[in-house]
């Protein structure tokens, strides 16, 4: 069993910085796969981004360049550092995890775990 708390959002102008941090608890987090997906009001969730176990990173087209997934296993958590926001970014962030597999997982449907979300805001 894993449980997720993610964290980090808030208010910021475009072309401003966030970083969003998921702490995860269980002793086996290591093994999982960790994605952030976000959903914006009246919209589908979609995938921002993912890191496997060994730490391989795959992006949405959307946000490749200016969003950066990584992993602190000793310190259990993921974080998603977000640069050059846009107000197309404003959505609430969630992270989710699922044990690793041999491909890459990008539906929401595929994750088993998630986090409550976090409110990201980006004024123009």
């Known amino acids: 069993q894993v449980q997720l708390v993610d964290s980090g959002g808030g208010l910021v102008q475009a072309g401003g910085s966030l970083r969003l941090s998921c702490a995860a608890s269980g002793r086996t987090f290591s093994t999982y796969a960790v994605g952030w997906f976000r959903q914006a009001p009246g919209k589908e969730r979609e995938f921002v981004a993912a890191i496997r176990s060994a730490g391989s990173t795959y992006y949405a087209d959307s946000v490749k360049g200016r969003f950066t997934i990584s992993r602190d296993n000793a310190k259990i958590t993921v974080y998603l550092e977000m640069n050059s926001l846009k107000p197309a970014d404003t959505a609430v962030y969630y992270c989710?995890?699922?044990?690793?597999?041999?491909?890459?997982?990008?539906?929401?449907?595929?994750?088993?775990?998630w986090g409550l979300g976090t409110q990201v805001t980006v004024s123009s």
């Open positions: 989710a995890a699922r044990t690793d597999s041999l491909r890459l997982h990008t539906r929401p449907d595929e994750y088993g775990y």
